[in-house]
């Protein structure tokens, strides 16, 4: 909740969505007796003679006192800058997240499996009898174009996850599998980000009757961000003031899927509708940056929810050879996103040191609610149960992101 009315600067005090550079301009004009900050400051005291605010720290207190008479000075640097401060709610709500690709890879295997009765081999590694052990790494580039309100930026993304899944029935598998990715993102302008994700997934697969299937699963992550930004100004004589910044951004972000899909088996070709329903919400802690600039923003807790539905189909073709099965595989779908909408992400001057500060706002972009995926891969099912797989996942439509997602390893049966 915002402390008090009165001390909120709304974003959208313009017909226009407002980004935090212009927020920011506005925050640091002057009124018509020449006093610098003068909407930021209000009527709080200031020092005799130098004008500078006598809440305020050092840095923030001396821009705000020693800024020349004229115009408002222009805020240099790209448009925006909340891309890396909200790196910790993760690589963009809009391309898929990452319990469901768990269960994606799990069926995938599985699904090569099938194809065993003719090659020969188990997919997994059998720890006990009925509890099997997988092994997934991942590579995902993702890049984001700049616009008025949001910094663009190029980035990728490792992990992996770890699991064990056991089949309590014959009509149903359940696992565990812990998770782990790190995201390095390089901002167009400068600066950037990096997130440790790390949590849970425990899902299930249902298979009642022949052709049909279920897919649940839950996933808990806990996002460790940092990130490293310039926030300079040019006055009017050409002088320049700014300085780095940096953050420690952290979010807990919950997913739940639900997928179904029906397969039809024409001799080694396999082939069937998918849908997904996909719910993920994010909650961002509060956080200060740090920095000497007096420009440093303390930014509040936030959140942001996600539900999107996919609707596509699949085919895989199981071949044999005198060594195993090779399982080539495609798959696309369309997304919808629901919920997810414009926000505004309300910050304060870290050295806005008053009681009641004054908080303002920026506006991100609005979501694009249609995009599509499409993917491709090839699992090898060889003797004694060795199994190598590639697979490739790409983005297509999105008006702000290209995504593009890489998964290798290797699976032993003992």
């Not at 298979?207 to 100004?233: E, M, T, V």
């Not at 699992?379 to 996942?393: C, I, R």
């Amino acid at each position: 909740m915002l402390v008090a009315a009165g001390l909120v600067v709304a974003a959208t005090s313009d017909a226009a969505a407002q980004s935090l550079d212009q927020q920011i301009r506005a925050l640091l004009a002057k009124d018509g007796n020449q006093r610098g900050c003068a909407q930021l400051v209000g009527d709080s005291p200031r020092q005799a003679g130098s004008l500078q605010p006598s809440n305020f720290g050092p840095q923030l207190a001396s821009l705000c006192g020693s800024i020349p008479a004229g115009n408002p000075p222009p805020v240099g640097g790209a448009p925006g800058g909340g891309a890396a401060n909200n790196s910790a709610a993760g690589a963009a709500f809009s391309a898929l997240g990452q319990a469901d690709q768990v269960v994606k890879k799990r069926r995938g295997h599985a699904d090569s499996d099938l194809g065993t009765a003719k090659g020969g081999g188990s997919g997994d590694w059998a720890l006990l009898p009925g509890l099997n052990l997988f092994f997934n790494a991942d590579y995902r580039e993702l890049d984001r174009r700049q616009t008025e309100l949001e910094r663009g930026y190029a980035s990728n993304e490792a992990g992996f996850s770890l699991g064990i899944d056991a089949m309590p029935v014959d009509w149903a598998v359940a696992g565990l599998a812990v998770n782990y990715s790190h995201w390095h993102g390089d901002q167009f302008n400068g600066g950037g980000f990096d997130t440790d994700s790390y949590g849970p997934t425990l899902f299930a697969s249902l298979f009642p009757w022949q052709g049909f299937f279920a897919d649940l699963s839950f996933q808990y992550l806990r996002k460790d961000g940092s990130n490293a930004n310039r926030r300079d100004y040019l006055r009017e004589d050409n002088t320049n003031f700014g300085g780095a910044i940096s953050g420690t951004p952290g979010a807990d972000q919950f997913e739940g899927n639900l997928s179904t899909g029906y397969d039809f088996t024409l001799g080694g070709l396999t082939l069937g509708p998918r849908g997904t329903v996909r719910y993920r919400h994010a909650a961002m802690d509060a956080y200060s940056e740090q920095g000497s600039s007096g420009l440093e923003l303390r930014y509040l807790a936030d959140r942001l929810t996600s539900v999107q539905s996919s609707v596509g189909a699949q085919a895989s073709y199981a071949i044999s050879t005198s060594w195993g099965v090779l399982v080539p595989q495609v798959n696309a779908d369309w997304t919808h996103e629901y919920d997810n909408g414009q926000r505004t992400v309300y910050v304060q001057f870290a050295q806005d040191y008053r009681a009641l500060p004054t908080t303002f706002g920026f506006q991100t972009d609005r979501p694009d609610r249609d995009f599509f995926h499409v993917g491709g891969g090839l699992v090898a099912v060889m003797a004694n149960g060795w199994q190598a797989y590639a697979n490739f996942e790409a983005l297509l439509g999105h008006a702000y992101f290209d995504n593009y997602i890489g998964t290798i390893g290797i699976r032993l049966g003992l």
